[in-house]
């Protein structure tokens, strides 16, 4: 079984342009997460969503950032307007189910110029 | 609200012998308590996790962890390292109520001379 796909690994964007990361969660995972690190920090919950809904989405910055987990297709984290504060590592991670462990992606190294 | 601590940003230690990774969580709930490995430009594996019962846990690579409540600490522990062990360790917390929800420390990066 694959694990969970993120692309692209790295995405370079300038100040002011819209970032898209993609997530494809582990075959019959419903439930996908994304988490932001920052350098030399650990990973802090962004959102959290199902099939169609966002559940939580306490992580997430009130502007310029989004997520949708379409029926179809894979989980999108949008970012709008980029700043050099958005340069980080994004994690995506799939479950199956609730409170059941997650698995995580080798992540999307996101660099503003 | 939960909290981790990592009480260490790095620990360097030579090949063959034993380290601990400390870690000491803050919540007024009951939680789950979780180690995951970060190795150079890859994801987070699962190392181990309490959920209840035992409070020593066993996990891969022969990593184990006591989970000691009066101290509020889950302490990760190897008897003998390996140079492959060289990685980001991080400890994490999840509530009983929102355990989809995880909370990370902010890392231990675990250095092996040979």
């Known amino acids: 079984n694959a694990g969970v796909m993120q692309n692209p690994r790295h995405l370079v964007r300038r100040r002011g342009q819209e970032a898209r990361l993609r997530c494809s969660p582990m075959?019959?995972?419903?439930?996908v997460y994304w988490y932001r690190q920052l350098p030399e920090e650990g990973l802090k919950f962004m959102v959290y969503l199902q099939k169609e809904n966002i559940i939580d989405e306490s992580g997430m910055p009130k502007e310029r950032f989004s997520a949708e987990f379409p029926k179809e297709g894979p989980s999108i984290l949008r970012i709008q307007q980029v700043v050099r504060g958005d340069s980080a590592a994004y994690f995506c991670?799939?479950?199956?189910?609730?409170?059941?462990?997650?698995?995580f992606g080798d992540g999307t190294r996101l660099s503003i110029l | 609200a939960q909290s981790v601590t990592q009480l260490d940003s790095q620990v360097p230690v030579f090949e063959e012998a034993p380290v601990e990774l400390r870690c000491n969580y803050s919540s007024s709930v009951s939680v789950y308590l979780f180690w995951y490995v970060q190795y150079p430009n890859q994801g987070l594996q699962l190392l181990l996790k309490y959920l209840s019962g035992s409070t020593l846990v066993k996990g891969i690579n022969g990593f184990e962890a006591e989970f000691n409540k009066s101290q509020t600490s889950f302490h990760l522990r190897k008897p003998s390292v390996h140079i492959s062990d060289t990685a980001e360790y991080f400890c994490a917390v999840s509530a009983y109520s929102s355990a989809s929800k995880i909370i990370f420390g902010s890392g231990t990066r675990l250095s092996i001379r040979p």
């Open positions: 075959k019959g995972h419903s439930h």
């Open positions: 991670a799939s479950s199956p189910g609730d409170n059941q462990p997650q698995h």
